[in-house]
């Protein structure tokens, strides 16, 4: 069981001006939790960029490569049918699978990352500071105890609607 | 954020962050009444009459259908074009749209994916029952086997399909699910602790919390899968069109199919869409999210898809003629003015006659006159399948094995039933997941809501005086610059 100060904040714009506040005051944030994507947030944290986009261009490959490998070896190498002498490397009908092999494996994979690194799966307990997180309020949760009582006047400052003591 | 003034909004009745989820959640939470018990019991007794059809034509054999010699795809294949052209409104919606930043896309994306999700899986029955024996579908797969590992026909579209469909099938579904997670908690967090409900949303939503971080990949996820969701959709329609187009026969070998089977896939999804959108915003009680300005938005891509597709029916009767192809005048004389005139002149007037009416913007706006017109859709973008099939085969080169068409009672159970099975899954999505995106919507709220859109930029301006808007803080958000 960790403690948590916790600030809710009923609009995103107030959330990201609570923010620079924070950062200003050298206050560290724990985690802030939104209902909705809050556009700017991200860089207000100082997160670093997601690299899921560049795994999916890897698994796309891996994909393009898959599905290329496949044809080219069933149907140019193990076993070439002859049908009224056409090609056995036909380059153009492969293209379709190549392509459709290409974006499963991009999609399914860059999903099953998501979900990895999000550490989503099926039946996990949601660590909730508070129910309006995922309604109308954004939630600042600040976990040191050290920095409780500036983080307290920071978010009276900044507006925030309630602060509270959490334990989760 | 400044919104331009000639932006109408898209959310109605001075909606709150909190209120959106009150109208969410409300028909999932909240009791069913006893017309969704009795809808869905009617609904489910067609999929399973369908159902019945299905293992009747299993046990019996595909001579229970109406085929011959002559016309061996009619209405298995009409249904599977069909089914899977409805799907690709969803995908449009959700893809398309949002790579090019369409706001009107939110309040709609999520039942359209469903629909997609839905409609693949009833196109998804037919290729695999007109096989006769179902039991061997999985010769379609590039299987090690006991025939020698002799391979599946890499130059054949059928194969190509197979992939296309199932690949189709599951990168909606994950685009789908991704954007449900965040609501699903959303749900988790309103049902009561303890109740099967919060324990159901709990497994369903995957422990979402809704943190920058969980938001900022999932930024990222939704933008590459609508990338990668983009050319897919594409793709399979035009690989659909190749079962047709890579053979010879006249009236089926026309370079335009691609491009003119997208439009007409993109046309009958909406047609779907539409008429199921417009009964969901009124028992579901939605109008301040499904407005009059979605429906007037879907109207007009309906025409404009409409007028592609009319656009071909020109282009392929001014090739039969201009290639000078005997076979090809044949076969475009033969559908407009054969024994099957009445499906060739249906078509037309649903697809390109009938939804002229959306030049007009006083109809485009009235709801249950929109409904109507996309049931015309909906009749017109069947018959252009069966048009294409079943025209285009019954008279073939050979006078002698001139046959006609006619579907027997099991094939039109089976197409029945799987309406049946559509619209069930439909009331059973709309009765357990929320059926518009709440997050999205949410993000769009300062910008469409009926309180902030439409303010011109010195009344925004003095709104923000009196405080009725927030001051944007951040430098992303300036508000000096009407483009951020």
Redesign the interface.
Known sequence: MAKYLIGLYDDDEKLLAGVAAFDREHVPIHEVCTPFPVHGLDHALHLRKSRLPDAAFVYGALGTLTALSMQIYMYTIDWPVNIGGKSHLPFPSFIPITFELTVLFAGVLMFLSYLYVNRLYPGKRARIYDPRQTDDAMVVAIADERYWDAAKALFQKTGAIETKIVEL | MFESPIREPLILGHK???KI?DDLVAPILGPASWKWYVTTAFTAAVMFAGFAAITYTLFVGIGTWGLNKTVGWAFDITNFVFWIGIGHAGTLISAILLLFRQRWRMAINRAAEAMTIFAVICAGLFPIIHMGRPWLAFWFL?LPNTH????????S?L??DV??I??YF??SL??WY?GL??DL??V???AKPGSFAHWAY????????????????????S???AG?ST??VL?VHS?VS?DFATSILPGWHTTIFPPYFVAGAIFSGFGMVLTLMIITREVLNLKDYITLEHIDAMAKVTLATGMMVGFAYATEFFIAWYSGSYWERYIFLNRAFGPYWWSYWAMVSCNLFIPQVFWFKKLRRNPWFVFVISIFVNIGMWFERFVIIVTSLHRDFLSSSWRMYTPTWVEVTIFVGTFGLFLTLYLLFARFLPVIA???T??IL?TSGDQYAGLSWEAYQARKREGAI????????DPQNPQS
Do not use: C
């Open positions: 709150t962050y909190r989820t590039p020698g590992s002799l391979w599946v026909n890499f130059n579209p194969l190509w992939f296309a199932s690949t599951t990168i994950l685009f991704t997670i965040p908690a959303m988790r967090d309103r709990s497994i369903l939503s995957f422990g979402w919390t809704g943190s920058a971080k969980q938001w900022q990949r999932f930024e990222a996820v933008l590459v899968l990668l050319p897919l793709s690989i190749f709440a997050a999205e949410k993000s300062k927030a001051p944007a803080l951040h430098p992303t958000l």
